[in-house]
C-alpha cells in the first residue's frame, strides 16, 4: 500500500525543530522541554468563551474548567493532557481546552492529574476516576446537563479516558461519549520487540516523526516500572477482556504516528463489542497534530473533524467512520 505524503508544514516543523530521538536525561528536563514545545499550541477562538474557573476536587486534585457561551445547561466532557504520564498540565493545555470547548459546545473540565515518576501506576488513574465521579456528582456547578457527560483525552491522556470510560461502565455512570485522540491504548504493555510484530506502527515509525519508540519506552518505564503491573488493563486498555457496553467512540489517529495501530485496534475492538465508533485517520500527520492546529491547515481541519465528531456523539447523533 502507497504511503500518504506528510503534510508539508509538518514536514518543514520536523526539520527545523530539535528531534526526540533521545530518552530525556530526567522527568524536570523533559517537562522543561515540553513547556517551551506548549508555545507552539495557540488557539486565537477564544472570544467565544464564556469563562474559565478552577475547580479543587478534594485530596489536593485540581482541574480547570472552560465553558462556552451558550446559556443554559450544556454538555461535558472531562479532559485529561498528554505527556506520557510524566510532563503536562493543565496551563499547557489550555489552547487545546478551548479549541475543544469551542469546537463541541461543551463545557471542559481539564484535569491536573499526578505525574510519574513521582506518583507512578496507578495514581494517575486513581485521579482520573476521582475527578470523573466529581463531576458526575457535581455536573449542575459545572453548568452541565447530567445526560450528556463525556470523556477526553490525548495521548496519555486518551489512555486515562479509555480507563474512565471502562471504570464507568462498571460503576454505572452513564456516558454519553468518548474522545480518544492519538491514544496510548497498550504501548505500556509492551516492550519494544512484542511492540514491533503485535503492532507494525511501532517500529515503523520509531523515529523521525516527534513521538520516537525510544521515548515512548523511557515515558511507559516511569509511568510503570512494576512488569507485574504493564498487562494490567488500567495501564493498558486495549487489554481488558469484556468492552461491550462502552459509550460511543471517537478515535482519531495519524498516519506517521507509532500509535497508529493501537487506535486501529482499539477501534477495531470495540466495533467487535458493539460500541459505536467513529474512527478518524488522517493519514498525512504526526502525533500531537491536536495541539499543532495553528501552525498547520492539515492539522487545523483534523482537530476541527475529531470535534465536530464527538459534538455529533455527544448530542447522540448516529457514529460513522471515516478515514479523511
Given at each position: ?12 516543523l520536523l526539520k527545523v525543530a530539535p528531534e526526540r530521538n533521545a530518552e530525556p536525561a ?277 482537530a476541527n473533524s475529531c470535534c465536530s465528531a464527538f459534538r455529533a456523539l455527544l448530542a ?9
Open positions: 500500500m502507497r504511503e500518504s505524503r506528510l503534510d508539508p508544514v509538518l514536514a518543514l530526567n522527568a524536570a528536563i523533559a517537562r522543561s522541554q515540553f513547556r517551551r514545545a506548549s508555545g507552539l499550541m495557540r488557539y486565537r477562538g477564544a472570544g467565544r468563551a464564556g469563562g474559565i474557573e478552577d475547580f479543587d476536587l478534594g485530596s489536593g486534585l485540581r482541574a480547570r474548567l472552560y465553558r462556552p457561551s451558550a446559556s443554559g445547561p450544556v454538555a461535558t466532557v472531562v479532559f485529561f493532557h498528554g505527556g506520557g504520564w510524566v510532563v503536562g498540565d493543565v496551563a499547557s493545555y489550555g489552547a487545546q481546552c478551548r479549541r475543544l470547548r469551542d469546537g463541541t459546545g461543551a463545557a471542559i473540565l481539564s484535569v491536573e492529574y499526578r505525574l510519574a515518576p513521582e506518583a507512578p501506576f496507578p495514581a494517575a488513574v486513581e485521579d482520573a476516576l476521582a475527578a470523573m465521579r466529581w463531576a458526575a456528582a457535581n455536573v449542575d456547578r459545572l453548568g452541565g446537563d447530567g445526560t450528556r457527560l463525556g470523556v477526553a483525552g490525548d495521548s496519555a491522556g486518551g489512555n486515562l479516558a479509555a480507563v474512565v470510560a471502562q471504570a464507568m461502565r462498571r460503576e454505572k455512570i452513564a456516558l454519553r461519549a468518548q474522545l480518544l485522540v492519538y491514544p496510548a491504548l497498550d504501548s505500556v504493555g509492551l516492550r519494544s520487540g512484542e511492540a514491533s510484530l503485535r503492532f507494525p506502527s511501532h517500529a515503523r515509525f520509531a523515529r523521525g516523526y516527534f513521538l520516537t519508540l525510544a521515548g515512548m519506552n523511557w515515558y511507559a518505564d516511569r509511568y510503570v516500572p512494576a512488569e507485574r503491573d504493564r498487562a494490567d488493563p488500567r495501564a493498558s486498555p486495549l487489554r481488558a477482556e469484556y468492552l461491550a457496553g462502552l459509550p460511543p467512540a471517537v478515535i482519531a489517529t495519524a498516519g506517521f504516528d507509532p500509535l497508529l495501530d493501537e487506535g486501529r485496534a482499539y477501534a477495531a475492538a470495540l466495533r467487535a463489542a458493539g460500541v459505536p465508533v467513529t474512527y478518524l485517520e488522517f493519514p498525512a500527520l504526526i502525533h500531537g497534530f491536536f495541539g499543532l492546529a495553528s501552525l498547520s491547515p492539515g492539522c487545523r481541519r483534523a447522540e447523533r448516529d457514529a460513522v467512520s471515516v478515514r479523511c
